[in-house]
T-cell receptor, first 115, second 111 residues
Framework: SQTIHQWPATLVQPVGSPLSLECTVE??????LYWYRQAAGRGLQLLFY??????ISSEVPQNLSASRPQDRQFILSSKKLLLSDSGFYLC??????????????FGPGTRLTVL | GQNIDQPTEMTATEGAIVQINCTYQ??????LFWYQQHAGEAPTFLSY????GLEEKGRFSSFLSRSKGYSYLLLKELQMKDSASYLC????????????FGTGTRLKVLA
């Protein structure tokens, strides 16, 4: 069976500090990978998605970046955090090609507070 | 463009039936998803509709009308554990494998 891991679970960072959130998927190959952010009481905002190693699509211009160094690893980074980066960060995967429906499966999330 | 509308909040009583609506505007349609999200947790998949009609899965059913751009999630025999947010989502028309999520409906089940 497939599992998705995210860490850390919670993070408190000062403004201007760097960020690195990691997501890994087990039990599947060549998944589509996604990073979402959910602000308090708000919907899911798609930040980045990837359909293969080294391929990243950015949805929202901001001070965040994403990388996919391995097939089942997705990393969200920032060089300098802003207060507005606070939120609940969710990684998700889907089967992609051949998946019908292309259901998304979410990791447990990282709650980031920028002070 | 694409847009999804859901009521912000609903309240219902344990044992009752509740219907959570979702309306969407999209230039092309390729299915609609419902997810459940408990407070502080990740969303989990509930249902997927691509054809008109009702799909039943135990206490939860989901309905779709493509001509009306409308879906609803029907929860029967409500339990306290059904208190959660319910998100509907449709594939984006601006890219393959992208999805647009509604802001979610927060359901409170009262004893």
């Amino acid at each position: 069976s497939q599992t998705i891991h995210q860490w850390p679970a919670t993070l408190v960072q000062p403004v201007g500090s760097p960020l690195s959130l990691e997501c890994t998927v087990e039990g599947t190959s060549n998944p589509n990978l996604y990073w979402y952010r959910q602000a308090a009481g708000r919907g899911l905002q798609l930040l980045f998605y990837s359909v293969g190693i080294g391929q990243i699509s950015s949805e929202v211009p901001q001070n965040l970046s994403a990388s996919r160094p391995q097939d089942r690893q997705f990393i969200l980074s920032s060089k300098k955090l802003l207060l507005s980066d606070s939120g609940f960060y969710l990684c998700a995967w889907s089967v992609g090609i051949g998946g019908s429906p292309d259901t998304q499966y979410f990791g447990p999330g990282t709650r980031l507070t920028v002070l | 463009g694409q847009n999804i509308d859901q009521p912000t909040e609903m309240t219902a009583t344990e044992g009752a039936i509740v219907q959570i609506n979702c309306t969407y505007q999209t230039s092309g349609f390729n299915g609609l998803f419902w997810y459940q999200q408990h407070a502080g947790e990740a969303p989990t998949f509930l249902s997927y509709n691509v054809l008109d009609g009702l799909e039943e899965k135990g206490r939860f059913s989901s309905f779709l009308s493509r001509s009306k751009g409308y879906s609803y999630l029907l929860l029967k025999e409500l339990q306290m554990k059904d208190s959660a947010s319910y998100l509907c989502a449709v594939p984006s028309t601006s890219g393959t494998y992208k999805y647009i999520f509604g802001t979610g409906t927060r359901l409170k089940v009262l004893a």
